[in-house]
């Protein structure tokens, strides 16, 4: 049964139980709702990096942290359709277009977006674009060129988010979730944890997660990885356990989300990203970099699945697009 009505002390009771019997019963669940031999391979592009206005402490591409990342103009779209065809041909089934921008601005940059969109979403891949805070119209000018997802994160709970970003509110995401929501697009939507949040504020951000009007078709759950140069940048690794608690409660609470192991993987040993697949992680993001910061590589993703006896998951195969359609 898929609920909206978790309470904080419910999730608590999940996040908390013993470790065994909770990846036991997120596995229970996943298999319920999902082949649990499928795992999709997405990847991510940042088409335009870096120079952005915001202040989130965890982002090398803030352009009021000194960390070394070179901001570069949106790529044009003979680069960006290369990089989907090879993704594609390494398996991926979604493709991803990043851009580190506040908001999304009706212009010729906008334009160009919408028109790849249209292209890849020709090539039978599901695109996902995560663009900023995003209008009403602008999310329907991205549903009517074909647009699948579109990625907004929450980041971490409502009470820790003034220390993570103080230059847009968390009712700014819910108001873009929102729109996106309304123009019948799949919502992709986690956050980070460990940023130096507390155990309740990881709990606090699935609850708000699991009680959006509908769950979040995807739901991202990243590790820090921590930048020189950011605000986090000297903060401590959050220990594995804590991000296994992370996705196993998803898997619980959202049971038909996808859920996805997203940065901070390169960080993992196989044993590590073993256990947060049986606790129903279903998608990871592949090719070397995730955004800035490191990912393993097409190959090594390619020798971990035959390993573990996973098949990567066609495009539009999850059970996301019948509940974007329902
Ligand atoms: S996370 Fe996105 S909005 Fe925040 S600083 Fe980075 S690029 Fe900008």
Redesign the pocket.
């Known amino acids: 049964m898929v609920r909206t009505d978790w309470t904080r002390e419910e999730v608590a009771q999940i996040y908390n139980k013993p470790l065994i019997d909770l990846v036991f019963e997120a596995g229970r669940i996943h298999r319920e709702n999902f082949n649990g031999n499928e795992v999709q391979m997405s990847t991510l592009l940042s088409i335009k990096t870096?120079g952005?206005?915001?202040?989130?402490a965890?982002?090398?591409?803030?352009a009021r942290y000194n960390t070394g990342v070179k901001g570069t103009p949106l790529l044009n779209e003979e680069e960006i359709l290369m990089s989907a065809l090879a993704a594609k041909a390494n398996g991926s089934s979604r493709f991803c277009m990043?851009?580190?921008?506040?908001e999304v601005k009706d212009n010729r940059h906008f334009d160009q977006v919408v028109s790849l969109v249209k292209t890849i979403t020709d090539m039978d891949m599901e695109v996902c674009c995560?663009l900023?805070m995003l209008n009403e119209h602008q999310a329907q000018r991205l549903k009517e060129a074909g647009l699948y997802a579109y990625n907004h994160n929450l980041d971490t709970s409502p009470e820790y988010y003034e220390h993570i970003?103080t230059?847009?509110t968390y009712d700014d995401r819910l108001k873009t979730l929102e729109n996106v929501r309304n123009a019948g697009i799949s919502v992709c939507c986690g956050g980070i944890v460990g940023m130096g949040e507390q155990e309740t504020d990881r709990i606090g951000l699935l609850q708000t997660l699991a009680t959006l009007p509908r769950h979040p078709e995807s739901v991202p759950i990243n590790a820090l990885v921590s930048v020189k140069g950011t605000p986090l940048g000297e903060q401590e690794k959050l220990p594995f356990w804590d991000m296994l608690r992370c996705i196993a409660t998803a898997r619980i609470i959202m049971p038909r989300s996808m859920v996805r192991l997203s940065a901070g993987r390169a960080e993992m040993s196989l044993s590590e990203q073993f256990l947060c697949f049986l606790a129903g992680a279903n998608s990871i993001f592949a090719g070397e970099k995730l955004?800035t910061t490191p990912n393993p590589e097409f190959n090594s993703d390619k020798a971990m699945f035959e390993l573990f006896g996973l098949k990567n998951m066609p495009a539009f195969a999850s059970c996301e697009k019948e509940q974007v359609e329902a």
């Open positions: 870096g952005c206005p915001e202040d989130c965890y982002c090398p591409q803030a990043g851009a580190a921008w506040r995560t900023g970003i230059t847009r955004l």
